[in-house]
Each structure stands twice: as C-alpha cells, then as structure tokens.
C-alpha cells in the first residue's frame, strides 16, 4: 500500500475576503501536522458571479464534492442586489447538510471574557425555515416569506441533537422556539422535541420560548449545555454565544448531512480587514479539527487542537484580540499559524 493511497481526499474552497489568507494558515497547520489529506480545490464565490455562474460556483465544482464528501470551506461574499441567491444556502440544500453544528467554549483567562465558565453547543437546524428562500410579493407594498418546519426535517435534526450529546457526553438539551407564537411551525419542532427526549432519560431536557432562551443566553451562558433551535433562531444565538467568547474569530461549524459533511468558521468574509493578513485563522483551524475526526484522523486533530490551546495560553492572539508581537505589532494569521506550528506535541 502505498502512503498517497491513506491520503484521503478532501475539497477546499478558499472563498473571498479574508478566506485565502485564513485557509492558506489553516492548510499550513494541518500539513505541519501530518494530516493525511489530499486537498482538491475549487472557486467559490465573487469570482464566479461575476464569470456569470449566478449561483456562485462552477457546476464542475459539484462533481469534486459528490466524489470527496468532505468540504473545508472559506467565508464566501454574496454581491449585494442583483437577485444573486446566497451560494451557503445553495450548497446546504444541495448537499443536504442539515445539521450546523457550533461549539462555542470560552478561554478564560487567556480570552477575555464575561463569561468564563461558558461551554456550549448550538445545533441549528439547517435547511427549513425561513431559509427556504420561498418570498412572494403580494402588492408593490406587501411582501411574504414562506416559513417551512417538516416533521421528518424536525425529527432529523432533534435526533441528531440528542445523539450528539450522548456521543460527547453532554447532559441537558434545550430546545428553543416561539411556539406560544407559531404554534403550527414551532410548535410541531417543539412536539417532535418531547416525543424524541423521551428515548433519552438520561439527558436532561427543557423548552424555553426563544426570545428569554435568547436573554438567559446573553446573562447565563454558562447555564446552556447543547441548544437545538430552527434555522433563524439558531443563525442569530450562534453569532451571540460565539461573541461571548470573545470573538466571532474564535468559532468553528460542522454542517453534517447524510452523504456529505462541510466544515467551515461561522464568520464571514471580513471584507473591512481583509488583504491585510491580520484575520485570526482560529474559527477556520478549530472547523478543521472537526473534519479530521469526522475523516478518522482523531490523532492528529487533537495534537493540533492541543498546540492551538497552548498557542492561546501563550498570549499568541491576533489584531481582534488585542496581541502584540514583542516589537509591537500585532500577529497575522500566518504569524499565529506559525506559532501553533511550534507547539505541535505541546499540551495546554
Ligand atoms: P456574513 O453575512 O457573511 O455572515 P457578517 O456581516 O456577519 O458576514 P463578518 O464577515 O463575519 O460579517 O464580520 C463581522 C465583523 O467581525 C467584522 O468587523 C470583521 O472584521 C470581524 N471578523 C470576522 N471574522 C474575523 C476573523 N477571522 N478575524 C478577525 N476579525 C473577524
Ligand atoms: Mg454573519
């Protein structure tokens, strides 16, 4: 057997913005690592817009990701106006990854925060909802968004939830909805929540109606353990919990489908700091450990989790952390991808 036959294929989209130089540090990491991956690239984003592929990536590019399964993603920009559909949504229904799945863990001390016993997991449901990109205009006046819930949609991502706090050994799920609101919509998500928990008597359990679950959220996130919310609800609590950490920086996501799995930082494009090598690579290496448990490579994706903690527990931090370098100026994202580099083996 040979050694290019263990590599496992995996596509990499670099994205707009701050994507290449986030991905460039990433890859460098994981090649420092040892990972055994045989990146395949592709073009995303602006740049095919503007080539006149409206959806924001080339149909050849699809072929690559049906064949490796395995998707490290760049931030994309959506050109403001023009009708353009925004190529996430197109690839999570495409794909059909309908679990997004955002750990968002505080580094106290080491990251400032308010919060520093925070340790939670944000299971956003991923394909229904508003997100269905289903408007309408009635009058020139008047305007309509279909909100979409299934019952197979609602099962398939609860059950994913409680699956995943047991694999982790997680012990409450809470569940978020305006069902005294929509009782039609969240109020089957909410249904679907208490008929799955039942087959779970070890997991804790509880609904909070959106808007306080979003208050205690922002006062007590320490409170939280896994939090499974439809599409919105989710967008919104994520960007939270993840900037109570100290950094949208900071945080990682899987978006997990049944045939394919996407890996990517819940930040977007940056484009006010981007070409300046001063984004923080973090949200983007910490969803690249994700992908290589998820290929099998749990070895090296702790060795390089482990030097990314050292690295924090360094003082090592980028621009939006407030980091300086001895001489001054604060790290880039290679700078700090170097430093993670120089901690592989090293335990936090
Ligand atoms: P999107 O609509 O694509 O989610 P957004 O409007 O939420 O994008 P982001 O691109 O995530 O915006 O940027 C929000 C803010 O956070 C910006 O000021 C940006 O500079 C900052 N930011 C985002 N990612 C990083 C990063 N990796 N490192 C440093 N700062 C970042
Ligand atoms: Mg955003």
Not at 20 to 25: K, Q, V
Not at 28 to 37: D, K, P, T
Not at 134 to 146: A, K, W
Not at 244 to 255: E, I, M, Q, R, Y
């Given at each position: ?5 263990e ?6 989209a ?13 890859l ?10 045989a ?17 924001g ?6 072929d690559?990701l ?6 490290l ?12 559909k ?12 309908y ?9 106290a001390?080491?990251v ?20 269905a ?14 909100k ?30 305006k ?7 969240d ?20 609904h909070l ?11 007590r ?13 989710g967008d ?36 006010d ?12 290496l ?15 994706a ?47």
């Open positions: 057997v040979s050694t290019m036959s590599l496992v294929p995996i596509t990499v670099r994205g707009d913005g701050i994507g290449p130089e986030i991905m460039d540090a990433t460098r990491v994981l090649q420092a690592a040892g990972a055994r991956i990146p395949e690239f592709i073009e995303i984003g602006e740049q095919q817009y503007l080539a006149g592929h409206s959806s990536i080339a149909p050849q590019a699809w690559s049906r064949r490796t399964r395995v998707f993603k760049g931030p994309i920009t959506t050109p403001q106006g023009g009708g353009y925004s190529l996430n949504v197109t690839i999570r229904k495409t794909l059909g990854l679990a997004n799945v955002r750990p968002c863990v505080s580094y001390p080491f400032r925060t308010l919060h520093p016993k925070m340790n939670l997991v944000i299971v956003r449901e991923n394909e229904e909802d508003l997100y990109g289903i408007e309408h205009r009635q009058t020139d006046e008047v305007f309509q968004c279909l979409l819930i299934t019952r197979p949609g609602c099962e398939k991502i609860v059950r994913y939830a409680f699956e995943y706090a047991r694999r982790h050994g997680r012990r409450k799920v809470t569940c978020m909805t069902d005294n609101i929509m009782k039609m919509t109020g089957l998500f909410h249904r679907v929540f208490d008929e799955i928990a039942s087959d779970y008597p070890e997991i804790e359990t509880e109606i959106i808007d306080i679950g979003a208050a205690r959220l922002a006062t996130p320490e409170r939280f353990d896994v939090i499974v919310t439809p599409n919105l609800y919104i609590l994520s960007d939270i919990a993840a900037e109570l950490t100290g950094s949208v920086g900071l945080a990682p996501s899987a978006n997990i489908g049944d045939h394919v799995a996407m890996f990517e930082a819940i930040h977007g494009s940056a484009p700091i981007a070409g300046k090598g001063i984004a923080n690579p973090s949200g983007l910490l969803a690249a450990v994700l992908m290589l448990v998820h290929i099998g490579q749990p070895a090296v702790e060795t390089i989790h482990n030097a990314w903690l050292r690295t924090i527990e360094d003082g090592v931090h980028t621009a939006e952390l407030h980091g300086t370098l001895s001489i001054g100026r604060p790290f880039g994202s290679m700078d700090f991808a170097d430093a993670v580099i120089e901690r592989l083996g090293q335990r936090p």
